[in-house]
Structure formats: C-alpha cells, structure tokens
C-alpha cells in the first residue's frame, strides 16, 4: 500500500511538472530571419496561423514559433506582434530579438511553441525569469499550507473515530447496579423464607416427639 502511494504521488508531480514545464512562459535570444502566414486545417475549414521563423545567436540552429492569440496570458494582438517580427527581420547585421513564448516543439504533431511578446535586446542577453519563480514559489507555499491543513483534518478524523469506538464500546449491555441490588434482595427474601421454612419442620419434630 506505500508502495502504491509513494507511485501514485510521482506519477502527480511528474504531470504536474510537465504542465507548468508546457504553460510557463520561457525566453529565447534569436535573430528573426522571415515571417509568414501558414494556411493550417481544421474540423471547420481551414485558417491562417501566422509563424516567426528565427535562428539562434551564433549558431545555425533554427526555430519556428505560431503566434496566435492567447487568452492564458491576455494575448490579443497577435498581428501587430507578427508586424514587429517583420520589422525586426528587415534589419541588417541581425538584431538580437528576445521572443517570450510557451508551449513545445513536436515534430510528429506539427506542434510549435506559441509567441507571446518580442523585443531588442543586447547579443549577450541572459533573461531571470523572475515571472516563473513567483509562481513556483506561490505552488510550494500552497502546497504546504495544503498538506497541513490535510494533516490537520486527518488527525481530527481519526480523533472523532476514537471518540466514537469509546463510546459504543461503554454502550454494551452489561448489569446495571440497580439489577444487582434487585437480584440481591431477591436472594435474600428466598432465603428468609427458606429459614422460616426449616425453622417450622423442625418446631414440628420438636412436637412430635415430646408427644411420644
């Protein structure tokens, strides 16, 4: 059985990790190389995505991001950030464009990290997520006031159960003094009458043999 707990809760926190490693937004340093509209399906039709195409500083790695609308993180201005990455993309000598984006790179399912904001920064640019910390932090201490208050819940749960096995336990059938003192007395008035009884037949024999 703790086994099966101890498996329950890594199964948890691993999908727990994997939605806030998908959901928190993270920060890429690239250099914009081309923008494009990207006719997709969909169960209605099909519609436009627009997708920022960008190279990483110093090397000739690639990535692709979708910039779509998202209502997670209040974004609603997915053309005029598609008019920026254009802008950034005509400038000369590469500009250092930091792009703020969530979600993954999954080739199989043509899934693409989704585009939040962008803006210049400097070559040597190295970003503190400090957005991703407040919200881990905040997790942890609700974690913890969660499992103290579990705790606390559990040790009144097992307290009522005690309470409540003590109490049946002093609710069986037993005899009452009240019986006792009763069956008492019942003893003893038979064996009153069984004196009164005896002390009879023996006057009688008494009798009997004086008149002999």
């Known amino acids: 059985m703790k086994k099966l ?18 959901v928190l937004p ?7 190389v081309g923008v494009e509209v990207k006719l997709t399906d969909v ?18 790695k690639v990535r692709v991001f979708r910039n779509e609308d998202a209502w997670l993180y209040l974004k609603l201005n997915s053309a005029n950030l598609q008019t920026e990455a254009a802008v950034f993309a ?14 993954w790179r999954l080739p199989l399912l ?3 990290p989704n585009a939040t904001s962008a803006w210049p920064v400097e070559p ?10 407040v919200i881990l932090v905040l997790l942890l201490v ?3 006031i969660a499992r103290r208050a579990l705790k606390r819940a559990s040790g009144k749960f097992m307290e009522l159960r005690a309470r409540h096995t003590s109490a049946s336990g002093n609710n069986t059938p037993s ?12 003893s003893d008035a038979g064996d009153d009458e069984w004196l009164k009884r005896d002390q009879q037949t023996s006057s009688r024999s008494d009798k009997s043999e004086r008149d002999d």
């Open 175 to 186: 005899s009452s003094p009240s019986s006792s003192s009763k069956s008492s007395s019942a």
């Open 43 to 60: 169960e209605v039709g099909t519609r436009d995505v627009y997708m920022i195409q960008t190279r990483l500083i110093g090397g000739d």
């Open 110 to 112: 043509s899934m693409f």
């Open 5 to 22: 707990k101890i498996i329950l809760i890594g199964c948890c926190l691993i999908v727990m990790g994997l939605a806030l490693h998908y």
């Open 124 to 133: 040597g640019y190295r970003h503190i997520p400090i957005f991703n910390i």
């Open 90 to 103: 005509r400038e000369e000598n590469g500009t250092a464009v930091a792009i703020r984006h969530y979600g």
């Open 142 to 144: 609700l974690a913890f």
């Open 26 to 32: 993270q920060v890429s340093v690239v250099e914009v």
